[in-house]
């Protein structure tokens, strides 16, 4: 079981510094942490507002997407057994299979617990016959993966998972756009999808170079 690791939530105070006391009153600047792929900065203490940490449509949104979009995830790694010669896939495959699983389980919850529709992704290969989410394979690809054997199915699995992971940053980039990701849990859930697919497309980069 992979545990979100724990991440640092909106204007949370990473450090505070005292940047010339006077007689009458301290100036204190803080650390205000950025959004995903941005650096934090130093605000003064007394410009910071405090948002609204009520979930939004835009979280729904991402959620619900999200789940349909690890479904397909899921489907492509039950591919790998019976189709790839090498020793590494597998193992990368499984690793990728355990966090998307834990991460679906928490994004039903999530969605459940607020009295949301959660997607059903028992058919239409992960996507319920919806419109297909940023970087998800289309039919043809899927087909041209189930066919693959071999270095041939290594090369598609992690071309086609890199297109997967991408896709999935994007969601997060959009999910902050449209005004998302205010709430803790989403903002703590975002901000894991956004480092731990970054870090697995490094390492499918690496893989692909290798073969």
Not at 93 to 107: G, T
Not at 164 to 172: D, E, I, K, N, P
Request: net charge negative; glycine share 10%.
């Amino acid at each position: 079981m992979i545990s979100l690791r724990l991440l640092v939530p909106p204007l949370l105070i990473v450090t505070a510094l005292v940047t010339g006391c006077t007689a009458d009153k301290p100036s204190v600047t803080v650390v205000q942490p950025g959004k995903p792929g941005e650096s934090g900065q130093a605000v003064p203490l007394d410009e910071i507002q405090q948002p609204d940490t009520g979930y939004t449509d835009a979280d729904v949104r991402f959620m619900q997407g999200m789940i349909r979009h690890h479904a397909q995830a899921l489907e492509m790694t039950g591919l790998v057994a019976g189709r790839t010669e090498s020793t590494s896939l597998p193992r990368f495959a499984k690793r990728i299979e355990i966090s998307q699983r834990d991460e679906m389980d928490l994004m039903v919850r999530w969605l459940r617990d607020r009295l949301e529709q959660v997607p059903n992704v028992d058919s239409g290969h992960g996507h319920g016959g919806g419109r297909l989410m940023p970087g998800m394979l289309t039919e043809a690809q899927l087909a041209e993966l189930r066919g693959a054997k071999g270095e041939q199915f290594d090369r598609l699995f992690y071309r086609y998972m890199i297109q997967h992971h991408t896709g999935a940053l994007q969601m997060v980039e959009r999910l902050y756009a449209e005004k998302g990701g205010l709430e803790p849990e989403i903002n703590q859930f975002a901000t894991h999808v956004d480092s731990d697919q970054r870090i697995e497309i490094a390492r499918m980069q690496q893989l692909l170079t290798d073969l």
